[in-house]
């Protein structure tokens, strides 16, 4: 039983680490909440639903065109609401309140094409699960860990090897200072964003590979990415890992005690309590507030 | 001539904050800029470097007219700016504040510059994989200084550089100011309150005041005037 609970927590872990890296990115290069990754995760699950259920598409290549469609919906809000709101001066509560308008609306758009009811590109047969570290995981699952492990490690080494994860790095420093040295912060911000929403699209095929989805699936999903985030250290990779890993491990462990309905109210608990005694999270720092 | 502005007029959102301001840096001068608190001498540097648009008027930097360009666009034409407060890429090591320096620098050459800068400020040598936040604020100010200098500027803008360092750590900031000009010739465009410090350095001097201009002359007339320099700072 604690052995299959482990396992649980860790096939949760992969999906938080996922959409959670996400948000840390697209927030410390816009300085706010992007709400609409919410809508964003549900994209990804429902283009997979279209291109694999109705176009019929094999499962595998229906995910790897609709990670970068979601992508492309974090460019098409970028450079049609949240651009053209900054260079307005607007600041991190006008960008906020925009991007959950565009949720409210992005979710309204899924709504209509494809109805509230839940839809599912799960196989109909049951599988059986496969032994694993004394307890039982699906193929599945052991995908979604390997995807989210893969995708850690490629983003870890794209931000510390590459020429644009270190200009990506330099944004999330300092923006003006970032522009002053010659970089082109709006460009920086267009592709991080596109990478965020790929990695948010890529939490939510992972989660419909293993629940049904609704419109409304990417704002628990996106709850669950944000405490994570906030508890390893917004900004911090390795510290989202870390976030990732102690919520799933909270959220799983405490069905020893407490039912299951409670997950969401944990994860809240631990968001406040990291909010008031620790708001760096595991590995941010604390930081000092400077201007031009 | 390296920077010729006329007749400028800009601020932050509606507020104007300079009022038809004319100044020029020659070539391979130390230019100043002094004034008191609020007299818009950040604001000329900004407006320089694009990270505000002139509202009226013309910059011109090695005879291009600049209005309306970007910061990056300004660095590839050869303007460095390095802001006030030790600024440096906090959560990067110093070899990567360099590099970033040098993003416009073609690959090939940018070791070399690198090399090249850190004989300049042999201290950075030593902290080369150390996050720039850990720096002193001596080392943030040399490494900020350092940044700057990878592209190769023509004209070099500093604001405050001597801000929150002690006066042997102003002497060696200043020192380096001056040998940098001298080895490379880069105009250099300074905005500082340490008055006393940036005269004995500076070739010609302008003092704002209220965003419009107040004097422009010579630093030795204004060590040799007092009361003049008094007058400046009311």
């Known amino acids: ?292 | 001539m390296m920077l010729e502005i006329r007749k400028l007029d800009t601020g932050y959102g509606k507020k104007q904050v300079l009022f038809g301001l004319s100044m020029e840096v020659r070539n391979g001068e130390i230019v100043a800029i002094i004034g008191p608190n609020g007299a818009g001498k950040s604001t000329v540097l900004k407006a320089v470097c694009g990270l505000i648009p002139a509202w009226n008027g013309r910059m011109c930097f090695d005879g291009t007219t600049t209005n309306g360009s970007t910061p990056a666009q300004n660095v590839a034409r050869g303007i460095t700016f390095a802001p006030q407060g030790n600024r440096v890429f906090a959560g990067l090591n110093v070899m990567e504040n360099l590099q970033i320096g040098g993003f416009q620098v073609p690959r090939k050459e940018l070791r070399g510059r690198i090399a090249q800068v850190l004989d300049v400020f042999p201290v950075l040598k030593d902290r080369a994989k150390q996050d720039a936040g850990n720096l002193s604020g001596g080392e943030q100010q040399m490494l900020a200084l350092a940044r700057a200098l990878i592209a190769r500027p023509k004209l070099l803008m500093l604001d405050e550089p001597s801000l929150g360092l002690s006066p042997n750590l102003v002497r060696s900031v200043f020192g380096k100011i001056v040998e940098i000009n001298r080895d490379t010739g880069v105009s250099i465009l300074i905005v500082e309150q340490k008055v006393r410090e940036v005269l004995r350095v500076c070739n010609r001097v302008y003092s704002l005041k209220l965003g419009k201009l107040a004097y422009d002359g010579t630093p030795e007339e204004l060590r040799d005037d007092k009361g003049k320099l008094k007058e400046l700072f009311l």
Request: overall charge positive.
């Open chain 1, 1 to 292: 039983m604690f052995s299959q609970l482990l396992v649980n927590a860790l096939i949760a872990a992969s999906i938080y680490l996922v959409v959670a890296a996400g948000i840390s990115l697209a927030y410390s290069v816009t300085r706010f909440f992007h709400f609409a990754h919410a809508a964003v995760i549900a994209c990804g699950a429902y283009s997979v639903f279209v291109l694999h259920v109705w176009v019929g598409l094999p499962l595998s290549i229906s995910a790897l065109i609709a990670a970068p469609l979601g992508g492309a919906v974090g460019l098409a809000l970028e450079l049609l609401i949240y651009r053209p709101l900054r260079r307005k001066a607007a600041g991190p509560l006008v960008l906020l309140l925009a991007s959950i308008g565009a949720y409210v609306v992005l979710q309204n758009v899924m709504s209509l094409a494809f109805g509230d009811a839940s839809r599912s590109i799960r196989p109909t047969s049951v599988q059986e699960g496969l032994p694993f570290l004394g307890a039982r995981i699906t193929c599945v699952q052991l995908i979604s860990i390997a995807v989210a492990l893969a995708l850690l490690i490629i983003l870890l080494t794209a931000f510390v090897r590459t020429r644009w994860g270190k200009m990506a790095r330099a944004v999330m420093s300092d923006p003006e200072l970032a522009s002053v040295s010659g970089i082109n912060v709006d460009g920086v911000i267009l592709w991080v964003s596109f990478v965020a929403s790929m990695l948010a699209a890529t939490g939510g095929i992972l989660q419909s590979l293993d629940v049904d989805m609704t419109p409304t699936m990417g704002m628990t999903a996106l709850l669950a990415g944000v405490v994570a985030a906030v508890v390893g250290g917004i900004g911090r990779l390795p510290g989202v890992v870390l976030g990732a890993i102690f919520l799933a491990l909270a959220q799983h462990l405490s069905t020893w005690i407490i039912s299951t309905q409670w997950q969401d109210a944990i994860a809240f608990a631990i968001l406040l309590a990291f909010l008031i005694f620790r708001p760096e999270g595991f590995m941010g720092k604390k930081v000092r507030e400077t201007t031009v």
